[in-house]
């Protein structure tokens, strides 16, 4: 479903992301993990169109993204829920979620109808499947950090997209949160959504995904299942270490 | 929640009920100074409420509004002046001029972030301003034109007075309607956060292109209006001091609101009536405002907006 080929991108002098690759294919759920710095945020904004990568390639259902807007790849099917929360201050809760819900149906043209009627079930449909009905209409600066991390997927869910991207999902979340969280990604994963997700918690990250890639300075080291990845020399020594 | 919402929209229908029969029984009983002046106030009122869109809603700094006025009053009035096609098509040909103005400047500009925008809006629209102020032979250069033929039905005072009303309030309901339309809501995302916009598969250029030509639209609708009221044109409509003074009504209503620009419309309207048209006292009252305005604004008066609108977020944060 996605394939993400060479990729190398670099800020100035420093490479950010030397040597990435990664596939993805439908119905699974992808982990990305590797040390701060390592790159991984840096390739989720390339493969959602927000950097554009010095070299390489990507592919998404059967096309040539490499060179899309970010909008267009949105309306392909991919969402991207940021690692650092960025939602739309101003608006409340509902209205975030409806923003998106908007975009998806066409409605960015629609001059005249009255915009609080326009998409309500469907939004309120989405704000209940991740469980932020009851704050429905606060001003969503006011939530509280995981709320807002919530609110994050619930916008990239409000796209539809049959590729959802989550840039550490649960950074900062409570346990409670957390466990909510990825109850709500596998429930999702289960009908049909397709995940790719990077993550600082090796313990969620080998229960919770079917298969792994690795990144360590820029250059995805290895890619396979949670048993591999957990054999492999390299990963121990560098990144898992010898904490089992 | 749902109960305080239905009254207050009860209170402010009200409201305006009330301030509709009163602009329209006004003529029988005020000077016809106050009429025209009353006429001034409402025409001003809607080019702000244009301006806002681009600059409250749309988070765009337009600069140079004036700019769509003058040519909406020029088209109008060349037209009228120089041609004998129906006198009514004028006025939707001048705030057509303005919008194909504002879509040709939207086109260059809008690539650009926020100040870097209403930098080059200025030099364009000084661009079109040295145009109209040269160009004797066809737009009259600094004398304008005058005299201009304005159909017989709204030419009186009070005639012009009762057209200025109606369409002033028709184009407000429709500036309404598309501010708290799906669009507006999508405008008001992307001036909030343009990045998470595109994210979501907004098209955010071309969002913000279509803001500027509606607001430039209705800027020459307001320009066409002027030239009914006062029945000339002169390249003053198009100078950025006229734009300054539209950016100070806004910001003096309040420019998070959709009737802000209105008020601030009528506040700075009537001072310079007060004052005495464009003299040296009135450039010093406005400065006077403007020195008021950012001395209660610390962080400067764009920055006003976003303050605003922070403190409206955590205000209502505590409420639950
Ligand atoms: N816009 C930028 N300009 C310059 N350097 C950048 C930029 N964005 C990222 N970097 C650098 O690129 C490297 C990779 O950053 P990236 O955010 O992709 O890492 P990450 O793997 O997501 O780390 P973390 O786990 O901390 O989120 C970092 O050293 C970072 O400082
Ligand atoms: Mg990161």
Request: charged share 15%.
């Amino acid at each position: 479903m996605l394939k993400v080929n060479d990729i190398q991108k670099s800020f100035d002098r420093f490479v950010a992301v030397k040597r990435a690759n990664l596939e993805v294919s439908q119905g699974e759920i992808v982990a990305v993990i590797g040390p701060n710095g390592a790159g991984k945020s840096t390739l989720f904004k390339i493969i959602s169109g927000h950097l554009k990568p010095d070299k390489g390639t990507i592919s998404f259902r059967g096309k040539d993204i490499t060179s899309m807007a970010p909008h267009q790849i949105c309306r392909h099917g991919l969402s991207l829920s940021y690692q650092i929360v960025n939602i739309f201050n101003r608006q409340t809760v509902f209205e975030n979620v409806q923003i998106s819900v908007l975009s998806r149906i066409g409605k960015a043209f629609d001059f005249f109808t009255p915009s609080r009627n326009v998409a309500v079930p469907e939004t309120d449909e989405i704000l209940a499947s991740v469980g932020l009905l009851g704050v429905r209409d606060r001003i969503c600066g006011s939530l509280s950090h995981g709320e807002q991390k919530v609110l994050e997927i619930a916008i990239a869910l409000g796209s539809k997209p049959e590729l959802l991207i989550l840039d550490e999902p649960t950074a900062g979340m409570s346990p409670e949160e957390t466990f909510a969280t990825i109850s709500l990604l596998e429930k999702l994963n289960k009908e049909g959504l397709t995940i790719l997700f990077c993550e600082h918690d090796i313990e969620l990250v080998f229960s919770f995904a079917n298969r792994i890639m690795v990144m360590q300075q820029g250059i995805s080291i290895i890619q396979g299942p949670p048993a591999e990845v957990r054999e492999n020399r390299e990963v121990r020594e560098a990144y898992i270490g010898g904490s089992d | 929640m749902g109960l305080s919402r239905a009254s207050s929209k009860l209170v402010s229908l009200s409201f305006l009920f009330i301030g509709l029969l009163a602009l329209s029984v006004a003529p029988l009983f005020l000077p016809r100074f106050f009429i025209y002046l009353t006429a001034l106030v409402l025409l001003t009122g809607l080019l702000a409420t244009s301006l806002n869109l681009a600059l409250g809603f749309g988070g765009m700094y337009q600069f140079n509004h004036s700019v769509f006025y003058g040519l909406g009053a020029y088209g109008l009035s060349l037209m009228l002046i120089k041609t004998s096609l129906p006198p009514l098509l004028g006025y939707i040909v001048g705030p057509v001029i303005s919008a194909i103005m504002a879509l040709i400047m939207g086109i260059i500009c809008v690539r650009l972030s926020k100040l870097y925008f209403g930098m080059l809006q200025l030099s364009l629209g000084s661009l079109v301003w040295v145009v109209i102020y040269r160009w004797y032979s066809f737009t009259g250069g600094d004398d304008g034109l005058h005299g201009v033929p304005i159909p017989q039905l709204f030419s009186s005072v009070t005639g012009s007075y009762y057209f200025t009303l109606v369409v002033t309030f028709f184009c407000m309901v429709i500036l309404y309607f598309i501010v708290h339309s799906p669009f507006g809501r999508i405008l008001q995302a992307i001036r909030d956060n343009p990045e998470r916009s595109a994210s979501v598969g907004i098209r955010v250029r071309l969002q913000q292109l279509i803001a500027l030509v509606i607001a430039g639209f209705f800027a020459g609708v307001a320009g066409g209006l002027f030239v009914t009221v006062e029945g000339s044109a002169f390249p003053d409509l198009l100078s950025w001091t006229l734009s300054l003074e539209l950016i100070i009504m806004c910001l003096l209503g309040g420019w998070f609101t959709f009737f802000g620009p209105m008020l601030g419309a009528a506040i700075i309207v009537c001072l310079r009536a007060l004052v005495g048209g464009y003299t040296e006292f009135w450039t010093l009252a406005l400065a006077i405002i403007l020195m008021l305005l950012i001395y209660f604004l610390p962080e400067g008066a764009l920055g006003f907006f976003e303050r605003i609108w922070h403190g409206k977020a955590s205000a209502s944060g505590e409420v639950k």
